[in-house]
């Protein structure tokens, strides 16, 4: 529905297009595995769950166009090798895989371990954040990714003002700002994280960045949003005897950055695929008619606008 | 006011000395035998929490930090951390190896209120409720003296400003400062910028 008079750029990783203008291409659906106390110890079970997670989201992504990358988290150095194999083994040989790892110290790990198998073009490095450490520099500047997360995550200021500062100067907390450190690293594509925050911490600010940082930088943009509905208190116990509720809540907020002209959605655990691509599917059908109609926007052959009549 | 921060916490005896954080973990304890208790999942806005709760109850003494950690954020590890070595210039919680310690919504004043009036006792990762009542029962066995006046944080909806002044546009569609729309621009009009 919005079009943008600022390039907007696409990036390829792999078989993996994303960005543009609206409606151009497919949203690009990231779902998380191996995040949960059930994964961690890689029982067979839980192994083999998430091996049928994999198939599923690759299934959908074939049938949608929408293409789904597995996010996969790594709490631990233990982690690294395991996971990532698991993940490698299972998905096509040039899809790119996104590396969900909260601390620094560990990013810098999982980075070498990527460059020893030769993956690191591969990687979708998530996050590149205001955590970040020394020894993570060092790690990006010698195994750089094939394309960086940069999260707008600002504890200080959490209006899109503030996200955005983080991101070009280091708002104060970083001597940079994140899209310098990513450059100076050398790493070849970036996409914005707008940074999902809880209600009531300028929820809302999450949502109208994407359109203002696109039209700013003409990156890909997307965010989290089901961390926002993932944290919302009341939602909590409602959800407890109304599961359908929430399920509906968690997939239906991730209408509400596609709309505004986001790129990306990482969309929770994996196990939800069944229902977020047929839903942003459909989203993609508006929005890339309303592209086409209206602003004279070329739809490609595989997107959901095409593929599902 | 008594926790004046939303959370998902349960309270208990408004007397007790004790108050604990189960961390990642959900674990139930007597309400007769503890003031308040919790899970905690985020080493910002999480531990913020936590803090402005329990300072606002002068008679909790003792916070234990149980359950199991956070994988990533490590909230349990931040926590002790604010504890004992407090922020740096730029809110960061020194020495916390969690994803993005940043202590930004309480002030510095709060902090120190908490290190001072708090004890911490760090059983992170014991998820048994057996041994976490040991440990409440030997703080119990103590006579804690009150910490004196409550300390309140107010929590502040939407601390970046106040309520901003209505903005008014003539004619066209305002999103944000930097991208207004306008809805009788012709297309003909709206060249490419390039990157």
Redo the contacts between chains.
Sequence with gaps: MLNFSKEQIKIKIGDMSMGGQPGELPTVLFGTVFYGKKYRDHAPEAMEEIAGFIATQEELSQMTGNPGICDIFIGSEEQIETRLNFVLDRVPENRPICVDVPESELRAKVLDHAGEIGVSSRLIYNSLNLGLEEMEKEALANNPPGCAIVLGYNPKNMSTDGRMEILENGAGLLDQGLMDIAKEANIPNMIIDTGATPFDHNTAETIRSIPVMKNKWGLPAGCAIHNTVESWLWMKDYRKTHREAYLTCDVGANALPVMMGADYCVYGPMRNAGQIFPFIAMVDKFIAEGGEDYFGIEIPEDHPKRRLK | MMYPW???YTIGSPDSPVAIVTL?SKIDFPKDKIAIWGHM?TE??GIEKVVANVISNPLIRVLIVCG?EV????SGHSLLSLHSKGVDD???ISGA????????NIDEEAIERFRSQIKIINMIDVIDNEEIMKAVEEQLAIDHESFGEPYIVEFV??K??DRPSVKRLTGKIG??K??ILDPFLE?EE??????
């Design positions: 939303r959370g998902e990642a999942k910002n806005l199991e994988r990533g954020h490590r730029n809110g960061r190896k969690g994803a993005v310690p940043f202590i930004e909806d939407n970046n400003s999103f944000h930097d991208l297309i709206m060249p490419v910028e390039e990157s």
